[in-house]
């Protein structure tokens, strides 16, 4: 059902890569996907394969423990998984982008020597806490604070949203926070830095999980912070600078985020091409009624669309080019594809569709919000919008 990897000009590593992770997800992370969403549970044994496997640190240096490969090799891996789970594809994502790129493109030598090694093994995980009650899209709205005293920051301020934030292994969350004004940062003036807050620091709280909607095996927290002391070299990059180091983080979290969402898109296409060929109606397959193969047809040039887009962001990335722009396109395509292959797809499978035991069930509930996270679909439009030289 996919595209000939070779067709759209990946090498034999990429397409080995690509074939070893669909093999593992496949064999490992879908049949545990069905219990894992029912019980609001992340795997953390599979987590820990995906570690073994090396997918957390594919696009870091070798020197820190990674695999050496680029964004285009993580993304290959994060569709695979998302065909079948997209729980564990955010996990990866998650803790790829928001967790350890911060540190490795912002970090200094010392936070990179400290934190890299057991992200990049799969050995913890970490969060980025951006979102706020009050600052969701409009990040410049950031309430909470961060001052000096006696060589700490106090931190004090909530978070939402924040995935990976409260497993077992997290290890500590990045979080955006108002330390002065007329910096460099965004929205009235605010200076907006970025700390690395501890799991277990005293005066940090991961409050219960969420009960959400899809992604029930992903991590999902809200966070509270009290009077939280961390030493001032928390500091992660140049004070006042995080808003416009976030923005960067959030461009690369989008072409991963388009790969998620392209897997899902296919996933849902291969279970209602299997469906329709197997199910009866009317005394003969459902697949040769005009109607399916027109809506199967839809599906399939959706998830071509997507990967081309994606592909073409993650290329100009790992090139040094500007992919910002091509990466909302990414993002703003492939989200859609989720979202209309799954409705699809539930179609196709029509009351079955509705059983939470079918992965289309799943892919339903799951898509929604990769029209909403890392940057709304109004989001998306908005950056192309600029880049056709629209003012606002």
Not at 82 to 101: C, H, K, N, Y
Not at 103 to 122: C, D, M, N, V, W
Not at 132 to 141: F, M, R, T
Not at 380 to 391: K, T
């Amino acid at each position: 059902m996919t595209d000939d990897l070779s067709s759209i000009g990946l090498d034999e590593e990429q397409r080995e890569l690509a074939g070893m992770v669909r093999d593992f997800a496949e064999q490992v992370v879908a049949p545990q996907a069905y219990e894992a969403d029912r019980t609001h549970t992340l795997n953390l044994d599979v987590v820990r394969q995906m570690g073994e496997l090396g997918l957390f640190g594919l696009p870091f240096p070798e020197e820190h423990g990674g695999q050496g490969g680029d964004y285009l090799a993580l993304g290959l891996a994060i569709e695979a998984l998302a065909r079948v789970d997209q729980s564990l594809a955010i996990t990866l994502e998650a803790g790829v982008s928001l967790g350890a790129m911060p540190i490795h493109r912002f970090g200094t030598q010392e936070q990179k020597a400290e934190y890299l090694p057991s992200l990049l093994s799969g050995e913890n995980l970490a969060g980025f806490g951006l979102t706020e009650p009050e600052a969701g899209s409009d990040a410049g709205a950031t309430r909470t604070t961060a001052r000096l005293d006696d060589g700490e920051w106090v931190v004090n301020g909530s978070k939402q949203f924040i995935t990976n934030s409260g497993t077992p292994i997290t290890r500590f969350v990045t979080v955006t926070a108002v330390t002065g004004s007329q910096g460099q940062g965004a929205g009235d003036g605010k200076e907006i830095s970025t700390i690395i807050v501890p799991n277990g620091t005293p005066g940090f709280t991961v409050e219960p999980a969420y009960d959400k909607v899809g992604w029930n095996a992903s991590d999902t927290h809200p966070l509270t912070l009290q009077d939280v002391r961390v030493p001032e070299e928390n500091l992660l990059g140049v004070r006042g600078r995080g808003f416009k180091n976030f923005l960067s983080i959030l461009d690369e979290g989008r072409i991963a985020i388009a790969a998620l969402a392209t897997g899902a898109a296919e996933g849902c296409l291969e279970a209602a091409v299997d469906y329709a060929k197997k199910r009866t109606v009317f005394g003969s397959a459902l697949s040769t009624r005009q109607n399916a193969q027109f809506t199967l047809a839809r599906m399939r040039a959706r998830v071509h669309t997507a990967r081309l887009a994606w592909h073409h962001a993650a290329r100009l990335r790992d090139a040094g080019r500007p992919f910002a722009e091509q990466a909302a396109i990414a993002k703003l395509v492939s989200g859609e594809a989720a979202m209309d292959n799954a409705r699809d797809a539930t179609q196709i499978f029509g009351g079955n569709g509705f059983m939470n035991e079918y992965p289309v069930a799943r892919h339903y509930r799951d898509s929604k919000i990769l029209e909403i996270g890392e940057g709304t679909t109004e989001v998306q439009l908005l950056v192309i919008a600029r880049g056709l030289g629209l003012a606002g």
